[in-house]
């Protein structure tokens, strides 16, 4: 396993006993370990270098605390920067506008946008009291409507009636009208996915987000991808315009990295983490939590 980042910097500031401030030989050797780190916990390397950059700058000069080890004080100022840059604070959905709200979930195949689609469908329904429409809008896999149709049943969540040979948009623009003249409040759309990012894909997931205007756009990312989920966050960003990201398996061994590639690269918060195959395994975004992850 992993030594935790204490137990590495330990080694590098034991020399350092008695002095009055962090200089910036120490920091920049204490900064290595963190570096290390961060890409065995499936940063990426332009995000861990840019993290770095920054936690260094902060860092040197800064005077060493009594009640503390030095080891100790650099790795609060890791966890601290690591915090704010998930993002301080859990942010809630928008879903309060003049109904229907369009939810739409973006996403590779395989990454859990369907399991997700129904377990943040359940939580509005409960917790957030919304009348919630779900839709399918993968034509492309045989069995993916009916997939949501039995997670409706599983979690009380309407789904929005099958109609064979019907298009992505179409289905969308159905399911708008549906929410409209039966009062729902929330539409969940669950665009198809695909084994790799490609244009047809992402033309149509296009295409449907001019046809509902959603209020959010989530792209949903198997935090065991690690580095492969940057590629990915990249493409859809470039594409649609996201405005959150979730994050799956984080009930897996993935250190939690990630998290921090995402948020960078997409420049939205993670609103949402799946922490398992249950349809309640659904938890928002605690920055701390993964900041003592990526750190080990
Ligand atoms: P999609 O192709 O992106 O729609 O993926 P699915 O929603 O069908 O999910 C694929 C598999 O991943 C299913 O077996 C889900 O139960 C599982 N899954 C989804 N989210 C999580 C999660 O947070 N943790 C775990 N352990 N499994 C998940």
Do not use: W, Y
Not at 16 to 24: D, I, Q, W
Not at 130 to 145: E, G, H, I, Y
Not at 205 to 224: G, N, R
Request: proline residues 4%; charged residues 25%; hydrophobic residues 45%.
């Amino acid at each position: 396993m992993f030594d935790s980042l204490s137990d590495r910097l330990g080694g590098v500031f034991d020399r350092l006993k008695g002095r009055g401030s962090l200089n910036e030989s120490d920091v920049r050797a204490a900064m290595r370990e963190v570096r290390i780190a961060l890409l065995e916990a499936d940063v990426a390397l332009p995000v861990a270098r840019e993290f770095v950059d920054g936690v260094t700058e902060q860092a040197v000069g800064q005077q060493v605390l009594k009640s503390v080890t030095p080891g100790q004080q650099v790795v609060k100022i890791v966890n601290d920067a690591l915090v704010a840059m998930l993002g301080a604070n859990a942010s809630e959905l928008h879903v309060d506008g003049t109904p229907p709200n369009v939810v739409m979930m973006v996403g590779l195949q395989g990454s859990g946008k369907t399991t997700t689609t129904a377990k943040i469908a359940k939580r509005l329904t409960e917790k957030g009291r919304k009348k919630v429409l779900m839709a399918s809008l993968d034509v492309n896999r045989p069995a993916a409507q009916e997939q949501l149709a039995v997670l409706g049943t599983q979690t009380d969540v309407a789904t929005l009636p099958i109609v064979q040979g019907q298009q992505p948009t179409d289905i969308a623009k159905r399911a708008l009208q549906a929410a409209k003249l039966q009062g729902f409040d929330v539409v969940m759309l669950d665009t198809a996915g695909r084994l790799h990012v490609d244009q047809q894909l992402m033309d149509e997931m296009k295409a449907v987000s001019d046809a509902t205007i959603p209020e959010e756009i989530l792209l949903v990312v198997d935090a065991l991808t690690g580095q492969d989920a940057v590629n990915v966050a990249k493409s859809f960003t470039e594409q649609v315009p996201l405005t959150g990201t979730v994050l799956t398996r984080m009930d897996g061994d993935a250190r939690g990295g990630a998290a921090l590639s995402m948020r960078a690269v997409t420049g939205t918060p993670i609103k949402f983490v799946g922490v398992g195959e249950k349809l309640d395994a659904l938890e928002e975004f605690h920055p701390e939590r993964v900041a003592g992850r990526i750190l080990g």
